[in-house]
Every structure is written in C-alpha cells, then in structure tokens.
C-alpha cells in the first residue's frame, strides 16, 4: 500500500519435547507483559522433568520478510541447541541464558555479539537477505 520496500522480522523459539512451544508465543510466553526472564523461568519449569540434553533439544527459528512491489520474498535462518537447566550469561536478551549450542559448550547470553552472530538463526535471515539484495544490484 505504501508504494515503498517493506521489510519485517520475526523469530521464535521451538522445543519439541513441550509441543513446539513457546513458538509463536515466545515473546509472550510467561504472559502479554512478561519480561524475558519469567518467560525463561515459565520454559525451565516446564521441561524441569527432562534431564537429558537429546529431550531437551530446541531450535531458533527467524523469518524476515521483504516486499517489493507485487512481490514477497521470505529468507529463513535457524540454529539448532539445546535448553540448559539454568540461565548462564550476561549478554544478549530473551531466551538467549538458557540456549546453548552444543557445539560451543556456551549460551548466546555466554558469548560475544560477534561469536553469536555466526551461530544466530536471525543474522543466518538476515544474509539471505543481503545475498538477494547483492544479486539484484548485480543485475542492475
């Protein structure tokens, strides 16, 4: 409607072993005006029961969304962890003290926003994104 690009962004957090959730819920999880730790808490006190890091798998997922014109393109990244048992870290926001890549051994709350970055199932989106955009400006 606007006649002008339009991009969007969303994320969410999916774990099997509760359903898939929090999901789409994930900035809401613990309720509207939750704030990141109690969505935290709400998710540990659900999987409390699973005691192995194979039943407590869980995967970033983002969408970001670009309209130009007529056309709708979607550019997907996701990074696949693990839920610890207890938030670890300072840095980052949301979920990020209690996913783990295994790979690391640390949380995204754990490491630098540099080292994050080239895990990070939002920067994975985002450089699809910028890949269709190079591609574009190459054709002129």
């Known amino acids: 409607l606007s ?21 789409v819920y994930s900035a809401r999880f613990a309720g509207p005006r939750a704030k990141a730790e109690e969505n935290n808490r709400k998710l540990l006190k659900m999987m409390v029961h699973l005691p192995h890091s194979w039943q407590r798998r869980a995967t970033f997922v983002s969408v970001v969304v670009l309209i130009l014109g007529r056309e709708i393109k979607f550019f997907r990244g996701q990074v696949e962890g693990v839920i610890t ?33 080239r895990y990070s199932h939002r920067a994975k989106a985002f450089w699809s994104l910028a890949d ?9």
Do not use: C, H, Q, W
């Not at 002008?4 to 994320?11: I, N």
């Not at 300072?90 to 051994?105: H, L, N, R, S, T």
């Not at 269709?132 to 002129?140: D, H, N, P, S, Y």
């Open 3 to 23: 006649g002008e690009a339009v991009l969007g962004e969303d994320s969410g957090l999916v774990v099997p072993a509760i359903g898939g959730l929090p999901g």
């Open 85 to 117: 048992t207890e938030p670890r870290g300072k840095a980052g926001f949301g979920y990020d003290p209690v996913f783990e890549i295994p790979a690391v051994g640390r949380t995204f709350a754990e490491m630098s926003l540099e080292e994050k970055n």
């Open 132 to 140: 269709f955009l190079r591609r574009i400006k190459e054709k002129g």
